[in-house]
Every structure is written in C-alpha cells, then in structure tokens.
C-alpha cells in the first residue's frame, strides 16, 4: 500500500511545473518587484499550473552565471541588466553607448518600438527566448575619494564596471581605472578601497545600500542601461501556445512594475542619499563628458555603424 501511494506521488507533482527567476540584488528593489510580479502573473495566468520562484541577492550568481545558466537551460529564467549581455548577443552592444538616449522615455519608446523588438529575436539563435525589455535606470557615478564635476575629475579613479566591452572602451576614453567585475562583489571592493567607486542606478545606489562605503555621488547619467527578461528557449519552445502568451504577458505586466519603481527611485534618491551622507553634484555639463568621449565615439560608430546608432539617436 506505501508503495503504490509512492508511485502515485510524482504524478500528482508533475502537475504542477516548477521554474527559477532570478536577480542579482536584493528583492526591495526595482527589479524585485519586477520578478515578484512576473512570478505572480505567471502563477495567475497558468492557473497555478506554472510557478516561478524568484531568488534574489545573486544567491544564484551574479548576471553573468545567471544567463549562462539560462542559455545552458540548467535555470529556466533571470532578469538581468544588460551589462554582460553582449558577451552572448553581441548585436546588445550597441544599447550600451553613453548618451546614445535623451531621457528614459525616449530610450523606452526605442525598447518597446521596432528597433527594440528586432533585437529581442536576436537572442533567438543564442539559445534564449527574450521575453520583454525591462529597465535598469540611468547610471551615474559614485565614489570614495572626491566630487566629480567635470570628466577630468574621473581621470586616475579606479572604478568598477560591468563586464561590458562597450562600458570599459567609453570609461577609458573619460581616463577611469577600470575594473570589470560580478555585482555580487562590488560592495566588498568598495567597502576594502580595492576600488574607488563604481556607477550604477539610483534604484541600485539605494538598493545596495553604497551610500555606506561611498561619499561622492554626480548624476552624470552617462548611460541609460535596460534590463531583459530572458528565459531558456527550450523551456519556452515546449510551452502550449496559451502558456507562451501568459509568459509574454507576465513580463510586460512586470516591466511596468519595474518601470513604475525606477521613477518612483529617481524622484526620491538624492534627497534620500543625501540624508544617509552622500554629497551629491546635480547639475553636471553633459556636453563637457559627451566631447571627452569624441574618440570613443569615432570607434563606435565604426563598430556599429553610423546609420544604426543615428537611427536610435533620432527615434520619435
């Protein structure tokens, strides 16, 4: 009798499939949310059938080991931002050049019209299926050793990047030390001076709590970084059709969220870093870093053509 009940069990189990999404910050944070709504949208659409639980913090790796592990379908999701994207869709790179939007509705409109959608297919052959663009947020710059006005004032700092080509490429270009290097680390080298500063988001400044290991804060808004809901192809090929929508729905549903709690940070995060220490310079001169950067542009737009980044810069 035990062991036909124990036969049994794994067929009443099977009923519902288990999936993993995860992040690489902590699950207060704009793409906490994001997962949190994805994984309830999903549960909801699928009437229970599918659930996705969200890990947060890397406890499942940093961005990088997280596509790598949805590429080799041992993880069935993640949202990642896309800084170690290019290092598997190279056609992302382009993405990533500062100052290549005006604000984070022009870079939106970019993501959720043509030229975004076209790249969403060109993870297709790389063994994803890119579900929807979320959002990481305009990155500016922070760090331990003095106010940065102006781009000569980066030159000699050592900063961490992303593990980004592109990001590297333009960081030198402004005279910066780089230091690519996994999220999960970045407090710890901040917090041990094995790196001056770092630039992220203020949704990421806050959620990581660098206020504590860093002084300086300047909205340089050098880069608009997206962020991508990824998922492993063959896990999304063997969906019914129904299943295939509820999970495209389920990421636009949690792109809004996602969205929602980017604006809601940028509104309050220098006032709150402030009140937690950070001397923040607002007003910087956008021009001053743009023509630092001349050099670095020339080579980009050899690398990816004139026409496709004016075709971006230029989207209505």
Known sequence: MALAVGALLPLSASAQTAMKISISIGQNSHQGIGI???????EQ?????????????????????SIEAVQLGTQELTLTSTGPVPN???AARILDIPFLF???AHARAVLDGPIGQEMLKEFESKGFKALAWAENGVRHMTNSKRAVNAPEDLKGLKMRTMENPVHVAAYKGFGIVTTPM???EVFTALQQGTVDGQENPLSVIMAAKFDQVQKHLSLTGHVYSPAIF??????????SAADKQAFLDAAREATKANR???DEDDAKGVAELRSKGMSVVE???KAKFQSALSPVYAQFESQFGKANIERIRNFK
């Open 36 to 42: 949190d709504v994805f994984a309830k949208e999903v």
């Open 182 to 184: 996994a999220f999960p």
């Open 230 to 239: 990824l998922m492993n192809k063959a896990a999304f090929d063997k969906l």
């Open 260 to 262: 929602a709690r980017v």
């Open 283 to 285: 007003n910087i001169d």
């Open 102 to 104: 005006r604000d984070k």
């Open 88 to 90: 598997f869709v190279p």
């Open 45 to 65: 659409r699928t009437n229970g059938r599918i659930k996705v639980q969200p890990f947060y913090s890397g406890s499942l790796g940093g961005e990088r080991e």
